[in-house]
């Protein structure tokens, strides 16, 4: 089993949809991370779960909203989205939250129209 | 701030030529040190990491990146490239930051590898 799975690996969506991705590790980690990934910018990091409790929130829109029901899956949960929000998501956990090395998903690649 | 700069944003080299892609940071200690690769489509691999003692850190699929404190680099090679190398590389910084823990990533650098 690939240690971080995410699906879709493609969506499109309209201004007005409401869609959830979903990352899914089998690593035994205990924090997850949601990065935003657009053409010719540096990653984004959007947020970082550790043990199941949100413990940062990089200043993103309300209209992106995470969710980690347990250690092994994290969401991002999407609605009313801008053109802008087009980007690849990518999905990372790390066996801590901290210093340890990051293992990343394939990432979703949205288009929002 | 804390910052990775990566200046080259496109490099292109002949197959079984030498690589050598550049990374910089800007950090007031020694902060973590990574270099991903990422293949069209895919999330970004772990090619190696830096966190302390020999500045010569051996990574997978042939590659190496030294440390160099005195000029904040972190650059990455490899002596011999091959056609599936051909990717981009992100160099990134691990720093404590305000009681917590951040990433930050470069922009990254397109690898072109020509047969």
């Known amino acids: 089993e690939t240690g971080v799975t995410q699906t879709p690996r493609h969506l499109v969506m309209g201004m007005t949809n409401k869609k959830s991705l979903k990352c899914e590790q089998h690593l035994g980690h205990n924090a997850m991370y949601w990065y935003k990934q657009s053409a010719k910018k540096p990653l984004e990091l959007m947020f970082v779960?550790?043990?199941?409790?949100?413990?940062e929130n990089n200043s993103v829109p309300s209209r992106f909203s995470p969710e980690c029901p347990n250690s092994s899956h994290l969401f991002l949960h999407l609605h009313t989205l801008q053109p802008e929000d087009s980007a690849l998501y990518l999905c990372?956990?790390?066996?801590?939250?901290?210093?340890?090395?990051?293992?990343f998903g394939p990432g979703t690649r949205l288009l929002v129209l | 701030a804390q910052s990775v700069t990566q200046p080259d944003i496109h490099i292109t080299v002949s197959e079984g030529a030498s690589l050598e892609l550049r990374c910089n940071y800007s950090y007031g200690a020694t902060p973590y040190l990574f270099w991903y690769v990422q293949s069209p489509g895919q999330g970004l691999q772990l090619l190696l990491k830096?966190?302390?003692?020999?500045?010569l850190v051996q990574g997978i699929k042939g590659f190496e990146a030294e440390f160099k404190r005195s000029q904040s680099s972190f650059n990455l090679r490899k002596p011999s490239v091959h056609w599936s190398d051909a990717a981009e590389y992100f160099c990134a910084v691990g720093v404590p930051t305000s009681g917590t823990y951040k990433y930050i990533f470069g922009t990254g650098t397109r690898l072109k590898v020509l047969a």
């Open positions: 990372a956990s790390s066996q801590v939250w901290g210093q340890e090395t990051q293992y």
């Open positions: 830096y966190f302390s003692g020999d500045t």
């Open positions: 779960y550790s043990l199941e409790e949100r413990v």
